[in-house]
């Protein structure tokens, strides 16, 4: 084993602890939480490491960087999820590796995934990411619907062939009523996911939480944890 596999191996095995004492805290089963590892910045070869390690999801959010190691890493077991702000001029990219995208914010971004995954022939689970430090119509500071607008952007989902509705996503965020109290934006965000089950059933994946607060996130009922330091290490700065 090279010395980065085995620092991978003892990451994620901390990052396996930290979830399977979240979950027996919060009463849940352990196969209640999937862990999406985020790759970016990492190269291609970590996410090799990662899927001989038994890693099955990985994360991404910038295309240019996703879409050629998704091409090196063709052919392994792993389900890619698009995590980033996203242009509707890169979705034809996307969509070409891409399982799930979990930043859907807006009908024209709707609209244009739906285009290409009925050009691509494929099916594209969507995330709608809900912005806690929304006001009542706007968009978040990193993108995302207002709470307001989950509603009808889950029925335009819902509608658009070639996309899935699999549920809600959100980023802790750093102003407004949630700032500094990821407890409470994560159970906000199951108190939409509730909502949303009412009407769509099937669409009851949850993603929150990351490195520093998966805890919080696995407590609220998150389904989905995007883990991405405490697994590869502390990103080098960049510029």
């Not at 602890?17 to 209640?32: N, P, S």
Request: glycine share 10%; with cysteine.
């Amino acid at each position: 084993m090279t010395d980065r596999k085995r620092e991978l191996a003892a990451n994620l095995a901390k990052v396996e602890e930290r979830i399977a004492a979240a979950c027996a805290a919060a009463g849940r089963e352990r196969d209640e939480v999937t862990l999406i590892v985020v790759t970016k910045t990492y190269p291609a070869s970590d996410v090799r490491l990662l899927s001989e390690l038994g890693v099955r999801h990985v994360a991404e959010n910038k295309d240019q960087d996703a879409a050629p190691k998704a091409a090196e890493c063709a052919g392994l077991p792993l389900r890619w999820h698009f995590v980033g702000q996203l242009q509707t001029n890169k979705v034809r990219s996307v969509v070409g590796y891409a399982d799930v995208v979990q930043s859907v914010d807006r009908a024209r971004l709707v609209t244009a995934l739906s285009k290409e995954a009925v050009r691509a022939g494929c099916e594209v689970g969507c995330l709608l990411q809900v912005a806690l430090d929304a006001g009542a119509s706007e968009r978040g500071e990193r993108g995302g619907v207002a709470p307001g607008g989950v509603e009808e952007l889950a029925a335009l989902v819902a509608g658009s062939p070639g996309l899935r509705l699999d549920g809600l996503m959100t980023v802790a965020p750093l102003t407004g009523e949630y700032a500094g109290r990821q407890r409470e934006a994560f159970g906000r965000l199951m108190d939409l996911s509730t909502d949303l089950r009412r009407t769509h059933p099937a669409a009851n994946m949850v993603s929150a939480g990351m490195s520093a607060d998966l805890e919080e996130a696995v407590a609220a009922g998150a389904t989905h944890v995007r883990v991405g330091t405490a697994v590869l290490g502390v990103r080098p700065r960049l510029g």
